[in-house]
């Protein structure tokens, strides 16, 4: 933002903005959004996505608006074998992967699980670096609605708290 407020002469980001929005442009969905792009520069792939080094873009916009995307029922069918999958679906799958939280990673593997079918445990948790019992607990969770809305734990799970130890 700094190199566009100093090549535009302007010290307001607002002044920024409106000069991009003349060119179409995109924010890069890594990064925090802190990188900028030019549709006319971008060539996005397949799956509407393309990425400059380690930054990168989507025909989408934000992270959240493309993993929907990505995973609309319909949209890419089951999930595919991992060696032949591209690196944009992988990069773009273990992205949003990162971003959940523990109950949500489970649920998400899961949920992948379950639209693959058959020998798909294993695969989903080579994939997302799982155990592949915690991809089996994920669709079985699922499958029998067994899934707490408020905790991401079960009551009682995790470490055992400890009492600080004083001196006597």
Same mark, same amino acid.
Request: aromatic share 8%; proline share 2%; net charge positive.
């Given at each position: ?93 273990? &992205? ?45 969770? &699922? ?26």
């Amino acid at each position: 933002m700094a190199e566009l407020m100093a090549a535009l002469g302007s010290d307001a980001r607002r002044t920024v903005f409106r000069k991009l929005n003349e060119l179409n442009y995109r924010t890069s969905y890594s990064h925090r959004g802190r990188y900028y792009t030019l549709d006319r520069i971008a060539e996005f792939g397949e799956f509407g996505l393309w990425s400059y080094r380690d930054v990168w873009f989507s025909i989408h916009g934000t992270l959240l608006s493309t993993v929907a995307a990505l995973v609309e029922p319909g949209a890419t069918g089951a999930f595919p074998d991992t060696s032949i999958m591209p690196d944009e679906l992988r990069t773009a799958i273990i &992205l949003f992967f990162s971003v959940l939280d523990e109950k949500l990673r489970r649920l998400y593997a899961g949920l992948e699980a379950l639209k693959t079918g058959r020998g798909s445990d294993a695969r989903i948790a080579e994939l997302l670096g799982l155990d592949i019992t915690t991809v089996a607990r994920g669709r079985r969770e &699922l499958l029998d609605q067994d899934v707490e809305i408020e905790r991401v734990r079960r009551t009682g799970a995790g470490r055992r708290s400890m009492e600080k130890k004083r001196r006597k």
